[in-house]
């Protein structure tokens, strides 16, 4: 099993979250039949308009969650790019809860607590500077919403160390 860290990419090579440290990464458990599925839009935005700043989307595809992404990398890749533009990193396909979870989910389990296990599609993981998580948002809070952008912007003004 990988590392807290390394993730698969979605259509091979590694996303490796040290590679983005002195970055705020966003982690988000995604799927392409979902009602919230329509926030991979809301994602590209943030992404495209926080970027610059220091600010990452990595998004997970998951099955976890009512067998709402049964697509295949292919699939899943052609999806996000024709459907909403995806440019942001995506991970490969992971189980996000339970015993079978990927470590990064583990962790953020050990260090967050219960509210770091995905409930449901689309929740999101905010990691600092350090590489550490720092917050959780539940799948309704939106890529626009005021808490998630007060959130990326209070870790995105903590120095690098």
Known sequence: MSSP?????????????????????????????CGYTGQYAGLETLWKSRQREGLVIIGVPSNDFGGQEPGSATEIKKFCELNYGVTF??????AVRGPSAH???????????????????????????????????????????TELGQAITNALAVPKK
């Open 103 to 145: 470590p990064f989910y583990r962790n953020a389990l050990s260090v967050l607590g219960s509210k770091a296990e995905p409930k449901w599609n689309f929740h999101k993981i905010l990691i600092g500077k350090d590489g550490r998580p720092v917050a959780t948002f539940a799948s309704a809070v939106t890529p626009q919403s």
């Open 89 to 94: 990193p995506m991970a490969a396909k992971y």
């Open 5 to 33: 860290e390394m993730f698969d990419g979605l259509m091979g090579g590694q996303v490796n979250l040290a590679d983005y440290r002195g970055k705020v990464v966003l982690v988000v458990n995604t799927a392409s039949q």
